[in-house]
């Protein structure tokens, strides 16, 4: 295309030969040989012309000039690398945070799900759950008989898939000699083929594997590369889950990690059977795995409806059928119980993320795209600021014949290299902080940027080429050759209307400044907060890790938890070992309505009555170190044998047993099966998570009820926590080698990562601020600095003529604290909005927090102040005689 | 001295025509440029007058399209010439270009040719 056969000689050649024949012909008409070449060449026209037209409308000379262009761009560029080094920078830092921040959103909001026509799935799920039943979610999971009943409806769906996780932490498993953990879930036969996720080594499930329970492991590709080096020897091998052996027989397509968001499942299993891998890694409820237990609604179900049939009319379709199936096993519904209904839900996008991850997202977005505006902005004031002191070259230019055209293409030229050098560093930057993200905000799925997220930077990219280019565009056109020649350098530069438009750039950047300020001024303190908010225990020194042993029947579990006791407090350097089955600070929480003396509590209307309850075992309040107000706590003579004991916290006391002493009260299960006698009250103290408000509680001993399974050990030791673990292992293994300790931390870390998303957030609404502080700094200097040399001959008059140091300084600085009053009094509005906004994400501060407005308006204030004084006591130390003779 | 200026009965080609008038030309048989040249303005009687810089940017155009090819050769008084030859895509366009160039006379006819009075319309 680009490539013409014909040089230019050739061409020239032929209009040779025309001139010939044509002279040959006026010759045969009687012309003299002198005048038959001249009149051939009149006849002709201008041959140059033509040669040159001909040259222009070859492709390559479009190349040329351009490639000319950028090396005389890249020339000017050069000679003044300040300016080029500062625009570069500026524009990879504003696009950097933006493209990392919008790669974020796009993996977890955005991105669909990485299956075939993800347009057509839908989680089934429930309005609510029939009466009597125990949920993981009210709404998104559902019984097996419910998913059975579903999957044999054949018409409106064309298939449908069941998961469930193997643990609501990590399982244990071996590959080889040592035991680790992995995320890992059960699948039903139809899962890979049903979402469409391709297997490019080995093969999926099928419905006979559903049916047999077959002994099957699927990993992700992401765990295959992990732990596996990417092996392909792996498939055939043997993978144990919980001590179950399963046979390796495909690898999930890349990309791939599981349908739930933020997550990354490293391998799946088709559904069991067996007390070792029942879903979410409980125990037995009355000998039963969710298979056989229509009250444990524990599935997430999926489906792809058929192609033709709309969400509506499958729905419509299946309501009876999943109505009736609600009910398997757990008799008619009761009298006024409203029935469940079901519904789907769009599974194009990863479901929930959107409320987890949403909101912060898409403010930490909008603050990103303030920070990019800023420096926007920043570069066009450098740009402008650069070109009006070019104005005499641009003349002189103009004057020597250069055209406006080749002067425009110039700027767009010099705009065009900015702009590549500054996305090309911005994606680097964009890499790495996206990493960064990920690993702070714990999203394990990848996040690595896409076709999305390079059209979204191109496209800011291309828009930021298209403003420096128009920019600049005013003053190449306001040039004419005259006046080079005709003004001076002190007096051509002097162009009131191109310094207001810097002033309104510098003054809105200064109020974006104030509400980055403040937004992250507020986050942060949000983070202080939540970081020293008392958790009413002591969390130095201890140290909790998970344990899931295989578990035979109830009484051997009794003995086994309290063998690991007795061997775990007999290690030196600790000072006491506790258990718990739900681990505190880790979000999960059981919770339920409680009897209280053989009925539910009366409360004042509208008020909850539902209580947290975890099942624990002795010496738990003292390891943890939450003071015991009245009674005791348990104590390893409580046994399955003994009376059943319990114990509430102080919230608990005070709403239901009100003005009694609560000691020896009964309370129990909500159906009555399961009562405790009161032997203790505690201290209210944190349970779920740090921003938690103290809530009722009731806790179970272990040892006297009839469910053992999988818990979590919580040790006080002495020194540092995390140095006990090896010992501690080599105890735990001593009862079973392929036991690994799942989730090992101290209790402190735990308790953090549910604030964790808070603390990344006003980290991240910190550096922006910061960023867009520096940003505007820079900005301010420059154009100050600018526009005081500009100045610098007008200084020289005043000084010469007896002005004051003094009053120079104050001369340039009354100008920069206007702009900073207008901005900061635009800017406070701004940021009130802005808080208002914010006022979900903030802990224990007001939107309206006079500090951080304060501290907002200081900050700013003082780099504004700091951006002009060091320009102004350069002016003003100006000597006059020097000053004038710059002219 | 004579100067172009003086030709006025010569008219000046409008746009687009000029490719159809050497794809018509070539359709006789391969010619060089100045004969091409020569040939337009021979046939239409002297009232084209072919500015020949534009004619030789116009064949360029048109052996770039693919319409026409070139090769050097020997004309019939011994000069090297450029010879022109109509490919069979341009014998395409060439038929394509005539029938719509037909359409375009016949309705200016119609229009031009028409006595017709704003007084007197027809429905």
Redesign the interface.
């Known amino acids: 295309m680009f490539n013409r056969k014909r040089s230019q000689q050739d061409f020239a050649e032929e209009i040779k030969s025309h001139l010939e024949l044509e002279a040959d012909e006026l010759k045969r008409e009687g012309l003299s040989d002198e005048e038959a070449r001249r009149q051939a060449r009149r006849e002709f026209g201008n041959v140059r012309v033509a040669q040159e037209r001909f040259y222009l409308n070859d492709r390559w000379a479009f190349f040329h000039k351009t490639l000319r262009d950028l090396r005389f761009a890249f020339r000017s560029l050069r000679q003044s690398p300040g300016f080029a080094i500062t625009a570069i920078l500026t524009l990879a830092l504003g696009m950097g945070a933006n493209t990392a921040v919008f790669s974020v959103m796009n993996a977890v909001l955005l991105r669909s799900l990485p299956v075939f026509e993800p347009n057509r799935l839908v989680h089934i799920e429930t309005s609510n759950p029939p009466r009597g039943t125990g949920t993981v979610d009210t709404h998104q999971t559902l019984s097996y008989p419910v998913y059975d009943a579903m999957r044999r409806q054949t018409g409106a769906l064309s298939a449908v898939m069941a998961y469930v996780p193997l643990s609501n932490t990590k399982v244990a498993v071996r590959y080889g000699a040592e035991p680790e953990v992995a995320e890992g879930e059960m699948v039903s036969g139809a899962f890979f083929s049903g979402l469409g996720v391709n297997l490019p080594l080995g093969r999926g499930f099928s419905s006979q594997d559903e049916t047999d329970h077959a002994p099957l492991a699927v990993l992700s590709s992401n765990y295959w590369t992990r732990r596996f080096a990417r092996d392909p020897a792996v498939l055939g091998k043997t993978l144990y889950v919980n001590g179950v052996p399963m046979t390796i027989v495909g690898i999930s397509a890349k990309g791939f990690e599981g349908v739930e968001p933020g997550g990354s499942t490293d391998f799946w299993i088709p559904l069991q059977n067996v007390p070792a891998l029942n879903a979410w890694g409980n125990p037995l409820q009355d000998g039963k795995t969710y298979i056989a237990n229509p009250t444990w609604w524990c599935l997430r179900v999926m489906a792809r409806l058929a192609p033709g049939v709309t969400r509506s009319q499958a729905a419509a379709q299946l309501q009876p059928v999943f109505q009736s199936a609600a009910y398997i096993g757990l008799g008619s519904p009761m009298e006024g119980e409203k029935p469940p209904v079901l519904n789907f839900a769009d599974a194009t996008n990863f479901p929930g993320s959107d409320q987890e991850y949403g909101k912060p997202l898409r403010i930490l977005m909008a603050m990103v795209g303030l920070v990019l505006l800023i420096a926007l902005t920043n570069v066009v004031m450098l740009l402008m600021a650069r070109n009006a002191t070019r104005q005499r070259e641009f003349s002189l230019r103009l004057a020597l014949g250069a055209g406006r055209g080749a002067l425009l293409r110039l700027l767009f030229m010099e705009s065009l290299l900015l702009v590549t050098a500054g996305g090309a560093l911005a994606w680097a930057f964009a890499e790495a902080a996206t990493r960064i993200l990920g690993q702070w905000a714990q999203i394990e799925s990848s996040l690595a940027p896409d076709r999305t997220v390079l059209l979204f930077t191109l496209a800011a990219l291309a828009l930021a080429g298209l403003l420096f280019g128009l920019a600049p565009l005013r003053v190449a056109l306001v040039g004419n050759a005259e006046l080079a020649l005709k003004t001076s350098a002190a007096t051509s530069n002097s162009d009131a209307g191109k310094s207001r438009t810097g002033r309104i750039i510098v003054t809105l950047q200064l109020a974006m400044c104030v509400v980055l300020l403040v937004a992250g001024g507020l986050l942060i303190r949000t983070m202080r907060n939540l970081e020293n908010t008392p958790l009413g225990m002591d969390v130095n020194g201890l140290v909790v890790f998970g344990v899931n042993p295989k578990i035979p029947s109830i009484p051997e579990g009794y003995v086994l938890y309290a063998n690991l006791l007795g061997r775990l407090r007999a290690m030196p350097g600790v000072e006491s070992v506790t258990l718990m089955e739900e681990r505190i600070g880790s979000w999960w929480s059981d919770n339920s309505d409680m009897r209280v003396d053989g009925r539910l509590p009366d409360v004042a209307d509208g008020a909850s009555r539902t209580v947290r309850s975890n099942v624990i075992g002795s010496d738990f309040f003292r390891t943890l170190g939450v003071p015991i107000l009245s009674g005791r706590e348990f104590a390893d003579s409580d046994t399955v044998n003994a009376p059943r004991v319990g114990i509430v916290n102080e919230e608990f006391a005070n709403r239901f047993l009100p003005n009694t002493n609560p000691l020896g009260h009964t309370i129990g299960t909500d159906d009555g099966r399961f009562t405790m006698t009161i032997v203790g009250v505690v201290k209210d103290h944190k349970y779920r998570s740090i921003d938690e408000e103290p809530i009722p509680m009731a806790w179970w001993n272990y040892a006297q009820i009839p469910y053992v399974g999988g818990m979590s050990v919580e040790m006080r030791v002495h020194g540092e926590p995390l140095a006990i673990l090896p010992s501690a292992r080599k105890v735990v293994q001593q009862f079973d080698p392929n036991l690994p300790l799942i989730k090992p931390m101290t209790q402190r870390d735990q308790f953090d990562t549910t604030i964790s998303q808070q603390i990344l957030f006003a980290r991240l609404a910190g550096c922006f601020g910061f960023l867009a502080v520096l940003l505007v700094a820079t900005g301010l200097y420059g154009t100050l600095a600018y526009r005081v040399s500009m100045r610098t001959a007008e200084i020289g008059v005043r000084m010469a003529v007896g002005a004051r140091r003094g009053q120079v300084v104050w001369m340039i600085l009354q100008d920069s604290l206007l702009l900073t009053a207008i901005g900061v009094a635009l800017g406070i509005p701004l940021a009130m909005l802005v808080g208002r906004a914010l006022t979900a994400s903030l802990y224990g501060v007001k939107p309206m927090d006079a500090v951080s407005y304060f501290l907002a308006v200081a900050g700013v204030c003082t780099v504004a102040l700091a951006a002009s004084i060091i320009p102004a006591t350069r002016a003003a130390s100006v000597d006059p005689l020097k000053a004038l003779r710059t002219e | 001295m004579p100067t ?1 200026e003086n030709n006025d009965d010569r008219i000046a080609l409008l746009q687009g025509t000029l490719d159809l008038l050497i794809l018509k030309t070539l359709a006789l048989g391969p010619c ?4 091409v040249a ?1 040939l337009i303005q021979r046939q239409s009687e002297e009232v084209f007058f072919v ?4 004619l ?2 116009a064949l ?2 048109l ?2 399209k693919d319409w026409i090819s070139a090769q050097w050769g020997v ?1 019939e ?1 011994n ?4 010879f022109y030859t109509l490919t069979p895509k341009g014998r395409k366009q060439l038929v394509e270009k005539t029938s719509e160039w037909r359409r375009l006379a016949r309705a200016m006819g119609l229009i031009l040719d028409n006595s017709f009075s704003p007084t007197r319309e027809e429905a």
């Open positions: 172009q060089h440029g100045q004969g020569r500015d020949h810089g534009s030789y940017l360029q155009r052996e770039d004309s008084n000069r090297k010439a450029r």
